[in-house]
């Protein structure tokens, strides 16, 4: 056995031990691969998850033996929490699937690997190379809606636990095989799981940043700008065109993006050419071809940093749209209103040196021979209700893929091998190995 610093004893795993989980892992890399297309195929869109959630519900049943939990995420007991985002939707086909393994020394070194199960949507999927949800596999890359981002990671996280089963092996420590809904909206799913009491002493994300270790992400809030193109007159109401005018609310929205990049900064993102970027995702404006429009709205998210809050950016970019339009000739009777729905999400900073990222760095210095490289991350994850309300380490470290959230997004099948070792790597090191009889 090793002590981590802060006290923290992990197993030493003996070599003819991983390397006959290892080869467990290569032998069933064909029926890893066949899950992974599986997994694909469905269309588990944010609010659709329920189907997919179903399918690996079955798998953790019958393939693994574990105990399943299978609930949705209930709005009522979160909405008050500081980590909740609120919504404008409902979670009645969004179920959280949790697969438990209950090891005899229980909470001592217990480990969560979890992903979220939702994608984002595919349009436009005639721009597609296949078809989004019918996985093809060209030059050692699975090509799917969801297959990087992050059904890739989700196939590692089965399959190292899997393996050292198959191996005859189970983990002293508690495990939990967690799969959350939402995660593209809000992080309600991983909230609700954590509020519900599925804890332990550690967590692991797939996210798939190219089997890099993320050590801090921004927040993010999403928000939408409502405007109208009506002044009124002393001969009447007047109009111009909504179209036309959105032109101006964008110009305005990317002048603040502009003033927030020169004058917010932190360390962690110093490698970032701007990583309080806005994304401008909604444009509606119209409904007629011989009308002129007159109301419209935009929605987007802006990110924030360690050192700010989502509350803070929410009052800046309220008090700068009055400011802005207050001047307005044509907006100045009726300023646009800022509503905010969606991503609630603070910033967060990972500390690299705690007793879990040591067993990470061993783990993947064990299947790679190499060091693994630390990033920040442009954009949030579950990560961090771990670390801002749990008081757990929690690391985000999965496969390399491409084109998240684009046409053709893509997982590196090799890397989705090498990650499924390096998480099986870890289950022994951090729980612990004990022969099934």
Known sequence: MDTCEGGTVVATIADEVMTHIEKEIDASWED???FLKDLVRYPSISGEEKPAQKMIANYLEKELDM?????????????????????????????IVIGQHFGEEQEKNSLILQGHTDVVSPEPVGLWSSPPYEPVVTDGKLYGRGAADMKGGLAAMIFAYRAIVRAGFEPKSNVMLQFVPDEERTGNGALAALHEGYTAKGALIPEPFGMKAAVAQVGSLWFRVKFRTVKKTEHGNVQANAIEKSQQVIAALKNFEKQLSESVTHPAFADQDNPLDMNLGVLEVGDFESNEPVTGKIEGRIALLPNETVNERKGQLREYIQRTFAKDDWFNDQLPEVEFYGFHAEATVSDDQTPLFKVLDASHEAVTGTYPERRSLPSTTDARFFHLYYDMDAICYGPDGGNFHEIDEWVDLESVKKVTKVYAYMLASWSGLKRIK
């Not at 399943?68 to 909740?84: C, E, M, Y």
């Not at 609120?86 to 086909?93: A, K, L, R, S």
């Open 67 to 95: 105990k399943v939990d299978r609930f949705q995420p209930n709005i009522d007991k979160i909405k008050n929490h500081p980590g909740f985002s609120p919504v404008e939707w409902d979670y009645e086909n969004s179920d």
């Open 32 to 34: 890893e691969v066949a």
